[in-house]
């Protein structure tokens, strides 16, 4: 079933936002409010010169455009590079899957998933950033590639709910990706603290 993955990692996200994130938090508002809307306006979409937009797409969009004016000018440049090489990466994806699907060697949920993970983790260091380029790199590749199924007469609609399949895994995967360096950080420390306390003796 589309849509199943983007429900099930939703509703752990907004359980864990609004019952386990510390009430003193500034994203705890914004993380819980955010994933709300999200599911309640996943199965509306609206029609835009022809082609069939998904509302979660402009509030993903929104919420890009929101975060991307709090940044300082080459924090600002520097997500938006990040956000135009992962378009254009998810669009040849897409394009090679649409005219040579036999190297797709395994779900594409999860291929375009790991590979969003990988080229955001090179191009942005900051985890929020890094969701931020991931996210609207993503939704732009969507109506890029909407408009040039449309010019084939190929409909395609932008965020559908195997798309947000897709936003879910690759956000769980940022995730525990940044639980591993965190903890991988902290041993580091520890390790580093027993050296030194080694050589101080």
Known sequence: MEGAIFYWFSWLGWIWATFFMSK????????????????????????????????????????????????????????????????????????FELFDPVWVIFDR???????GMIIGSVLQASRHRRLMSITAGLILGEVLFSIIMKELSFPYPVASPEFLDVIASLTMLVAVWSAFNYVAELAGNYFNQGRGRQKST
């Open 24 to 95: 003193d938090s500034r994203y705890r508002l914004r993380v819980s409010a955010g994933l709300l809307i999200l599911i309640i306006s996943s199965p509306y979409k609206t029609v835009i010169m022809g082609i069939d937009v998904h509302l979660p797409a402009f509030i993903l969009m929104m919420f890009f455009i929101l975060e991307t004016f709090k940044l300082k000018h080459r924090l600002f440049f520097s997500v938006f590079l990040s956000s135009f090489i992962l378009m254009l990466g998810y669009v040849s994806f897409l394009l």
């Open 109 to 115: 949920k999860w291929m375009i998933a790991f590979g």
